[in-house]
């Protein structure tokens, strides 16, 4: 502590974590029960507080890790919530972020451990304080974000078929798209690469998986669904 600024109130600097996943056609979201007061047992999303020695986003960073096990997540900041009457106990600024995770990557056991379970996006219980907000906030940046971005792929694995993809997009931007058209622009996307494998868990027929290639994206400065 440095003797500077004492004649300002101190306010709490918190960090709340948003995780989107994909799963049977549906964008959801991570949530659990409170784990202290105030609002012990409400439905929420998860997060923490920052610490004296990190930043805003080591502090998204450590509490991601924490609670998936997964590193190098796809991660966005949503912005600040700040309203001086959002938490009852102190105030607590709190700097949002959203994490986009293959749900097959995120194991059951670390689910269990944290008490946490997925939610259709629509069918989002009430939450704690603002944060029923706060995913609002973030679904419409990333609906602004997929048609500019390929983050449709962090909700995929390594290996996907174009039916997939299209749920994806479907999923986060809430309305139906035409399949022909879908795939006529895949087509031309050079980042997007068929592969040889064929995935025939969904018909006896089978489809063709393909997989994003990074180094075409970068090259490609035309990208748009």
Same mark, same amino acid.
């Given at each position: 502590?440095?003797?500077?600024?004492?004649?300002?109130?101190?306010?709490?600097?918190?960090?709340?974590?948003?995780?989107?996943?994909?799963?049977?056609?549906?964008? #959801? $979201? /991570?949530? !659990?029960?409170?784990?202290?007061?105030?609002?012990?047992?409400?439905?929420?999303?998860?997060? =923490?507080? &920052?610490?004296?020695?990190?930043?805003?986003?080591?502090?998204?960073? #450590? $509490? /991601?890790? !924490?609670?998936?096990?997964?590193?190098?997540?796809?991660?966005?900041?949503?912005?600040?919530? =700040?309203? &001086?009457?959002?938490?009852?106990?102190?105030?607590?600024?709190?700097?949002?972020?959203?994490?986009?995770?293959?749900?097959?990557?995120?194991?059951?056991?670390?689910?269990?451990?944290?008490?946490?379970?997925?939610?259709?996006?629509?069918?989002?219980?009430?939450?704690?304080?603002?944060?029923?907000?706060?995913?609002?906030?973030?679904?419409?940046?990333?609906?602004?974000?997929?048609?500019?971005?390929?983050?449709?792929?962090?909700?995929?694995?390594?290996?996907?078929?174009?039916?997939?993809?299209?749920?994806?997009?479907?999923?986060?931007?809430?309305?139906?798209?035409?399949?022909?058209?879908?795939?006529?622009?895949?087509?031309?996307?050079?980042?997007?690469?068929?592969?040889?494998?064929?995935?025939?868990?969904?018909?006896?027929?089978?489809?063709?998986?393909?997989?994003?290639?990074?180094?075409?994206?970068?090259?490609?400065?035309?990208?748009?669904?």
């Amino acid at each position: 502590m440095t003797k500077f600024y004492n004649e300002y109130s101190k306010v709490l600097v918190s960090v709340d974590c948003i995780i989107f996943g994909f799963n049977e056609g549906e964008l #959801r $979201v /991570l949530i !659990g029960k409170r784990k202290m007061e105030p609002g012990l047992g409400k439905d929420s999303l998860y997060g =923490g507080f &920052v610490r004296n020695n990190e930043s805003v986003d080591e502090a998204a960073n #450590r $509490v /991601l890790l !924490g609670l998936t096990g997964l590193r190098n997540l796809y991660m966005q900041q949503v912005g600040a919530f =700040g309203q &001086v009457d959002r938490d009852p106990g102190e105030r607590v600024i709190s700097i949002v972020y959203y994490a986009l995770i293959n749900t097959t990557d995120y194991d059951s056991m670390q689910q269990k451990q944290h008490d946490v379970h997925w939610v259709n996006i629509n069918d989002l219980p009430e939450l704690y304080s603002d944060h029923n907000e706060m995913v609002r906030k973030a679904h419409k940046m990333m609906k602004d974000k997929i048609s500019r971005e390929p983050i449709s792929f962090r909700l995929l694995p390594n290996l996907f078929t174009l039916t997939q993809l299209q749920k994806v997009y479907e999923a986060v931007c809430g309305e139906e798209v035409d399949k022909r058209n879908f795939r006529k622009r895949i087509k031309e996307m050079d980042f997007i690469e068929k592969t040889e494998l064929i995935d025939k868990t969904s018909s006896k027929r089978g489809a063709y998986l393909y997989r994003f290639n990074k180094k075409a994206y970068k090259e490609d400065p035309n990208f748009k669904l």
